[in-house]
């Protein structure tokens, strides 16, 4: 799907089809939280972005970045079981408000996702979502901007600066 509509991602939300408009800020973040979440994985962790994560008959998402075991990385599939996802990262944009920070952060806890990262530009804050449980996240935190967070997850502590990453000016 996501060929048919260029400068849009393509997800399954809650049953419905949802094209999300993509900013220049949105892959930034994207690209710069990527860059140092490389440095810290593993050989056994691997990195992937915008790949199919099914996660109910309702909900196919493609998290913005996503941590999986390296050796199911390496098969190269259009869509991988949520039960793989260590760590699920979603940027927000305007039109992904409520689905990033409510129906995400309930269908990646009530799958047990170990960590959830909501990046937001528009908000210049990090939230971290930890202890996933049917309802929801239940350790949170909201850092902003500016310092570094540190994640204590399966894959290792990893330490993420978040001073370089850009904050939309019109928000």
């Not at 400068?7 to 220049?24: D, F, H, K, Q, S």
């Not at 939280?33 to 909900?59: I, Y």
């Not at 409520?98 to 009530?110: F, G, L, Q, S, T």
């Not at 001073?163 to 939309?168: E, G, K, N, T």
Request: with cysteine; glycine share 8%.
């Amino acid at each position: 799907m996501e060929g048919m509509f260029p400068g849009y991602r393509t997800e399954i939300v809650e049953g419905n089809i949802l094209l999300t408009p993509l900013r220049p800020f949105h892959h930034e973040t994207i690209m710069r939280v990527w860059a140092q979440l490389e440095r810290q994985l593993g050989p056994e962790w691997a990195a992937m972005s915008d790949v199919a994560v099914p996660f109910t008959d309702e909900n196919e998402f493609c998290p913005d970045l996503a941590v999986i075991p390296a050796e199911e990385h390496r098969r190269n599939l259009s869509w991988y079981p949520a039960d793989l996802v260590e760590l699920a990262v979603e940027v927000v944009s305007p039109s992904s408000v409520r689905n990033d920070y409510e129906v995400k952060d309930r269908r990646y806890a009530a799958r047990g996702v170990p960590h959830y990262l909501i990046f937001d530009p528009m908000r210049g804050e990090v939230g971290i979502r930890w202890n996933p449980g049917p309802e929801g996240y239940l350790g949170r935190d909201t850092i902003p901007y500016g310092q570094q967070i540190t994640v204590e997850t399966g894959i290792g502590k990893l330490v993420l600066d978040t001073a370089a990453l850009p904050v939309d000016p019109g928000e």
